[in-house]
């Protein structure tokens, strides 16, 4: 099946404490991107890749990290988790930007205490 | 740039209603436009795309949205609500081949009465 996979899909975590939320996709898609979702703001995006090894900021990058090593896998970092970091976080994939249509994971909600 | 507007954040309907989403664009080139719908615990599903072929374009469950050039619009209806449609709906704009894809608006949280 065609799909995006984040882990994991619920954190608590503490103010401080590095993360890594992973992203894999198995449809071969060029382009992947992380969105956070919040009450009244829709989604907003993060950071996103073109290919391999090709980062570029979003929207709203502070306080995150990506990287691109292989075309499958795009995790998202948080070195210093704070709380204004607590949000829904989703990854997406596609064969391009423009027309292609956003594969959407199923989301990972998390909590900075 | 490229923005979307969603006017309205929560809208209610009777079963059997028509639905109809608002979604404003602005966009310095003819843009792509989406609407993609979140039903609850899930991820965005795409409900439909304009890519300047025809002007109304149909999507999945009934929905339809129309492309309006001159009011720089893409509202999203339906002819009858059904309860399954209760979810939030995300106008969304790609005015470019390279970069960032998706601008989304900030949803429309439908909720349909019995």
């Known amino acids: 099946e065609a799909q995006v996979t984040q882990n994991p899909r619920y954190l608590i975590t503490v103010t401080g404490k590095k993360l890594t939320v992973t992203c894999s996709q198995n449809m071969n898609h060029e382009y992947m991107s992380w969105y956070r979702q919040d009450p009244g703001l829709g989604l907003r995006q993060i950071y996103y890749s073109m290919n391999v090894e090709v980062t570029d900021k979003g929207d709203v990058p502070e306080g995150y990290k990506v990287s691109r090593k292989e075309k499958r896998n795009f995790p998202l970092i948080l070195e210093s988790p704070s709380p204004n970091q607590t949000s829904l976080y989703f990854c997406?994939?596609?064969?391009?930007?423009?027309?292609?249509?956003?594969?959407f994971g199923a989301g990972s909600r998390l909590t900075v205490l | 740039a490229q923005s979307v507007t969603q006017l309205g954040s929560h809208v209610s309907v009777s079963e059997g209603a028509l639905v109809l989403l608002r979604c404003n664009y602005s966009?310095?080139?003819?843009?792509?436009l989406f609407w993609y719908v979140q039903y609850p615990n899930q991820g965005l599903q795409l409900l439909l795309k304009?890519?300047?072929?025809?002007?109304l374009v149909k999507g999945i469950n009934g929905f339809e949205a129309e492309f309006k050039k001159s009011e720089t619009s893409f509202h999203l209806t339906k002819p009858s609500a059904h309860m399954s449609d209760a979810a939030e709906y995300f106008c969304a704009v790609s005015e470019d081949t390279g970069r960032r894809a998706l601008t989304f608006g900030s949803g429309t949280r439908l909720q349909v009465q019995p």
């Open positions: 966009s310095s080139v003819p843009p792509y």
């Open positions: 997406a994939s596609s064969y391009g930007a423009g027309a292609n249509v956003l594969t």
């Open positions: 304009y890519t300047s072929a025809a002007t």
